[in-house]
């Protein structure tokens, strides 16, 4: 299973994860310095869902927010 909305398109993002070590400035240390940054996927809330299409009735892989706003129709 693709992870993308049947929808709107919705698919995976990618960031990073980042390790901070040391104290804070305002708590009386000398700043919060970076020891790593790791690559990580943001991946899409999706759920198969039976959906009416055209009078029939058809399961797709549906993103939460669609299913939210009401953009498809549950059969």
Known sequence: MARVC???GKGPRTGNTIVRH????Y???IGMHTTGINKRRF???L????VKEAGNSVRRTVCT???K????TKA
């Open 6 to 8: 049947d929808i709107c």
């Open 22 to 25: 040391g104290l804070a400035k």
């Open 27 to 29: 708590k009386g240390g």
């Open 43 to 45: 991946l899409p809330n």
């Open 47 to 50: 759920q198969s869902v039976r």
């Open 65 to 67: 927010s669609c299913i």
């Open 69 to 72: 706003q009401e953009k498809v």
